[in-house]
């Protein structure tokens, strides 16, 4: 059979996902936070255009898509998700989706290729509700009392009644079929800024980051702001605020090249301005891809906390309420990206990790995985100015669907 190339219908790509940008619009971006109204016209949106790529849709008990077919030959998985961060950007998450969609309009109904391309939309993927529940789900990693159990982070609202209102209760959850996929592909906006001050077209992933998450609890004294002498206070707050700048000192000598670290909320109690905090909670990540950094620095962490709270006057606690092991993305996933970004993006691409947590890290525990990077213009996601050109995101969408077919003759 000849290597004949397979494109992507660019003006197709672009409408599907500026229809998607209308299911929830804030400003330029989304806010489709999981469960809402909007999600839920995203998915049944989805629903409704499988069928065009010979696909049979379902939505299952927690709110995931799938397009599953019929064809005969190998099947190649591939998707994202629908459901975006609070007031933020219009790609990341719907890209994914649409070049999976896209994929499969262009080679399924194409008698010339052997097997299928399934697609699927994984349900909070941005963790509303908790970590990657949807694709969780599927490969077996999430129990009913997993979803007795979640809350929505913003909001009393249990998983359960959510469920309910979206008329998903009672309904079954998709599990995977152990052999049936030869694997899973992404797609997904950078979300840095490497690939756009490279002058690059695509990115290859070669791993994704394993996300440690930790509680650190700082137990001072309340007492009033205006009587209490400074040399007898037992405040919290400075000393979280001692523990930060200690973190930002020793951290760098132990960790690896790419690691990043973050300090993403911090709570006084009682947070009164004329009140010397009690007790002081911070929520500090680490993420990185080699478990053996995190190791070495959770147990840094661990040491810096066990310091403190010898010198006082206010002992810490370290508790580690998030693991996430990183995931290494396919070899022969790659080289399949890189030889259709050859072919199709002028060799404009780059073999880089991936900083962000995505779903593919969970298929990986199942399945080969690859995932590959659209640029990001400014590096800017999570907000609602998030954006990629029209150009990228159209050569992006045919290195996909090449990826794929590139894919699917090397299972045939």
């Not at 309009?105 to 939309?121: K, T, W, Y």
Request: with cysteine.
């Amino acid at each position: 059979m000849p290597d004949t190339l397979r494109r992507a219908d660019g003006a197709r790509v672009l409408a599907d996902l500026n229809a998607l940008r209308a299911f929830g619009t804030y400003k330029t971006g989304v806010h489709r936070p999981t469960f809402s109204d909007a999600h839920r016209q995203s998915l049944d949106w989805l629903a409704a255009r499988l069928p065009e790529a010979q696909l049979t849709a379902e939505i299952d008990g927690i709110g995931n898509v799938l397009g599953t077919s019929a064809k005969p030959g190998p099947k190649l998985l591939a998707g994202s998700h629908l459901e975006s961060q609070n007031y933020a950007g219009w790609l990341d998450g719907p890209l994914g989706v649409v070049y999976a969609l896209e994929a499969a309009r262009v080679l399924n109904a194409d008698p010339s290729i052997a097997g299928a391309v399934e697609v699927a939309s994984w349900c909070d993927e941005e963790g509303h509700f908790g970590a990657f529940l949807g694709s969780r789900s599927y490969v077996g990693d999430v129990s009913e009392a997993d979803i007795d159990a979640a809350r929505d982070r913003s909001s009393p609202r249990t998983m359960r009644e959510a469920l309910a209102e979206m008329g998903l209760a009672g309904r079954a959850r998709m599990h995977a079929e152990r052999g049936r996929h030869i694997g899973y592909l992404e797609a997904h906006i950078e979300q840095g800024d490497t690939l756009e001050q490279g002058a690059l077209k695509v990115g290859v992933v070669t791993s994704i980051v394993g996300i440690w998450q930790y509680r650190i609890v700082f137990t001072g004294a309340q007492n009033h702001a205006g009587t209490t002498r400074m040399a007898v206070r037992r405040d919290a707050g400075l000393a979280l605020a001692k523990f930060c700048v200690a973190i930002d000192a020793h951290f760098p000598a132990a960790c690896g090249p790419r690691t990043v670290w973050t300090t993403g909320r911090i709570a006084l109690d009682p947070g009164a301005p004329s009140i010397i905090p009690g007790q002081a909670e911070m929520l500090f990540q680490i993420r990185d891809d080699d478990p053996a950094v995190i190791d070495r620095l959770e147990a840094l962490l661990r040491e810096l906390a066990r310091q403190a709270t010898a010198s006082g006057p206010c002992p810490v606690v370290v508790e580690r309420i998030r693991t996430g092991a990183p995931a290494m993305m396919d070899g022969r996933f790659q080289d399949a990206i890189e030889a259709a970004s050859g072919a199709l993006a002028d060799g404009k691409s780059l073999r880089m990790p991936s900083g962000a947590g995505h779903d593919a890290q969970v298929l990986a525990t199942i399945m080969p995985a690859g995932m590959l990077f659209v640029p990001s213009i400014g590096g800017i996601s999570h907000h609602w100015t998030e954006n990629t050109s029209d150009a990228d995101i159209v050569t992006g969408a045919d290195v996909f669907v090449d990826t794929c077919r590139r894919l699917l003759a090397s299972a045939s």
